[in-house]
């Protein structure tokens, strides 16, 4: 299994970026997917989730209404795309994914067996 990250880059505040995450080497449509971060100094924490079993998508309050996950089955590639971006959210975002169905939370990485190299945030106020 591989997950390949891409689309960071240096942003001014306010601005708009789309990362991907291309999955190979799995079912694509039977693994939930999701984002984390880890900005630099401080531990790894969730950024957002889709949940295949259910269809829906779940969010870290500090990004509530700024970011959207989503996917294309056909590509085999999630998408995050952030807008309204603030300083604090430079941070290195990685992808992870686990088969679906699963009920561990889905906000801690350590329970997503798959996790790609991550592709790096900076935003600059």
């Known amino acids: 299994v591989q997950l390949q990250a891409s689309g960071g880059g240096l942003v001014q505040a306010g601005g708009s970026l789309r990362l991907s995450c291309a999955a190979s080497?799995?079912?694509?449509?039977?693994?939930?997917m999701a984002w984390f971060r880890q900005a630099p100094g401080k531990d790894r924490t969730f950024v957002a989730t889709v949940r295949r079993n259910s269809g829906t998508s779940s969010y870290a309050d500090s990004v509530k209404g700024r970011f959207t996950i989503s996917s294309d089955n056909a590509k085999n590639t999630v998408y995050l795309q952030m807008n309204s971006l603030k300083f604090e959210d430079t941070a290195v975002y990685y992808c992870?994914?686990?088969?679906?169905?699963?009920?561990?939370?889905?906000?801690?990485?350590?329970?997503?067996?798959?996790r790609g190299q991550g592709t790096l945030v900076t935003v600059s106020s």
């Open positions: 080497g799995l079912t694509f449509s039977t693994y939930d």
């Open positions: 992870a994914a686990r088969r679906y169905g699963a009920t561990l939370p889905v906000d801690d990485s350590k329970t997503y067996g798959y």
